[in-house]
Structure formats: structure tokens, C-alpha cells
């Protein structure tokens, strides 16, 4: 389980259809307890988790449903690739 107790934690979940979407789409994002809850769902469900603060604290930013900035595709990019090394291992 996760680190209730700290306030400052942000997280955002992405949801990403290359058939239907031309960028990632924010589907959560939160701070504090409800960051530490969407990381929790997340977990229980088998979604990948990247920790990058900085990343975290600017999607949070952005509206839920929303496509991500163009400013941001690179360092997306660079996260989705980590997600893809982790999988090729773990199969």
C-alpha cells in the first residue's frame, strides 16, 4: 500500500489508444490521498507505474479527458518506452 501521508505526492494515470488517439489522454491525476489512491488502483490492477515528480506535478495541470501538451510528447514518449522495456522483461 501505498504512502498515505504524504501531502505533496502528485500522480496522473494516462490512457493511450493509437488507433483513436493522437496523444495520450489524462485520465486521473491527484495529490496527496488521492494521488496515493489512483497510484493504489493502479497497482491492484497491473497498470505500470513511473515515478517522475516533476512530469507528475505538470500533468496534474492539465484537464481530465484532455490529450497531453505537445510539450510534453518527448518526455511521454521516453516514459511509455520505459513501460514497454518493463513488460518485454517481465514476459
Known sequence: MTNHDDKNKRAAALK?????????????TGKGL???????????????IVENPPLAELLTTIPLGTEIPVELYEVVAEVLVQILALDTRCN
Open 34 to 48: 488521492i494521488a496515493a489512491l489512483i497510484i493504489d488502483k493502479a497497482r491492484e490492477n497491473g497498470v505500470p
Open 16 to 28: 493511450y489508444e493509437p488507433d483513436k488517439d493522437s496523444a495520450p489522454k489524462i485520465t486521473a
